[in-house]
């Protein structure tokens, strides 16, 4: 009888510097893992302590490891070694990271036991004095957005290809709804409700968004997300000076988003700063038009004037200029709505960036 041989499984070790699932960036982390093709490979993560992240990954059948790296300034050989043993024990072929400290650590350890590495950039700050170094210690580097392309402009492309966030549009449209947002909080129906979901913090501009709300006709504001205690205590003061409380909701921390944007009229993001954002995807999924900033990879998921329209950062006037449009023009939202989830369908799907993820990995390993 013939011998099969049996394809080999990489095992591959991804890092997160997260505990729990605070943002687009863990929750884009959990769908790779998610998706991945367990005939090819298994993936390992790594995890500072146990938390909400955790539990999430073990659910979908990764393995995970608990290891606090600690900082880059306070060097700690500990760390490199430990990482070297889980490389050896495990027998990790390829490390994906996803944060400047653990590729830091991670990137020496895979040197030493000559294995690749890839870093995925998901942050959208301007060129660190590290970036170098780290991108020696990289075999590749995957960036969530062309716009990031500028903090690395002194590298090769080929070296640094760009994979967008994907949607289980799937998973996304099998969502159970229990109760309407509008329910929920008593939001009147004729009213035009305004979502912006993120950390209400100040990097996200959600004051610029509530300046804005005092120049719009028939709309309300829900905000979804945690909280820094001082920036909301600045924003909650805001609102009873420009008189606009009433029309404004904090709905804290959610764990229905697919629910909630299917509830809202138009998803407003104000932010200051942003490399990809995941949520942006979501609200086009859900059909709505989005409002958001230049800034990031915004324009490279939103087209302007087709699935929503991009304004400048702190501008208050254009906000209140294009929520006042689609507020009052209903069709015009549902044009851009179904537009929006057009482009999410053709461009955007989960299983165009894990098919992108994976064919690096297999180069790189090939190699």
Request: glycine share 6%; aromatic share 8%; net charge positive.
């Amino acid at each position: 009888m013939r011998n099969i041989k049996k394809k080999r499984v990489h095992n591959i070790l991804y890092t997160t510097s997260f505990s729990n699932m605070a943002g687009g960036g863990q929750w884009s982390l959990y769908y790779l893992i998610k998706h991945l093709n367990r005939k090819i490979f298994h993936p390992f993560i790594l995890c500072p302590d146990e938390g909400e992240l955790a539990q999430k990954m073990r659910e979908i059948g990764a393995d995970v490891i608990l290891l606090n790296t600690g900082k880059i300034r306070h060097l700690n050989p500990y760390t490199i070694k430990r990482l070297s043993s889980i490389i050896k024990d495990k027998n990790i072929s390829l490390i994906h990271t996803d944060s400047t400290t653990e590729t830091f650590y991670a990137g020496i350890a895979a040197r030493i036991n000559k294995i690749p590495l890839i870093w995925h950039i998901r942050a959208s700050q301007g060129e660190w004095f590290l970036d170098r170094v780290l991108s020696a210690l990289s075999t590749r580097l995957i960036l969530v957005a062309d716009a990031l392309r500028n903090r690395f402009k002194w590298l090769d492309t080929g070296k640094a290809p760009t994979i967008y966030n994907g949607i289980d549009l799937e998973e996304f449209d099998a969502f159970i709804t229990y109760s309407s947002i509008r329910e929920e909080f008593n939001v009147d129906n004729n009213a035009v409700l305004l979502g912006c979901v993120g950390r209400i913090e100040e990097l996200k501009g959600q004051e610029y968004l509530i300046k804005a709300l005092k120049h719009t006709n028939n709309a309300r504001l829900i905000l979804a997300g945690r909280s820094n205690d001082a920036y909301l205590k600045q924003i909650n003061k805001m609102c009873e000076e420009l008189n606009v409380s009433e029309r404004v909701i904090f709905a804290g921390q959610r764990d229905d988003i697919p629910s909630f944007l299917k509830s809202i009229d138009i998803l407003v993001l104000p932010t200051l700063t942003e490399a990809f954002s995941r949520v942006i995807l979501e609200a086009m999924a859900a059909s709505k038009p989005v409002i958001t900033t230049d800034t990031g990879g915004n324009p490279e998921a939103v087209i302007d004037g087709t699935t929503g329209y991009i304004v400048p950062i702190k501008d208050t006037a254009a906000l209140a200029d294009k929520v006042n449009d689609l507020a009052e023009h209903v069709e015009k939202r549902k044009q851009m709505g179904r537009a929006g989830r057009k482009r999410v369908e053709e461009r955007f799907a989960i299983e165009k960036s894990i098919e992108m993820a994976e064919n690096i990995y297999l180069e790189v390993l090939k190699k």
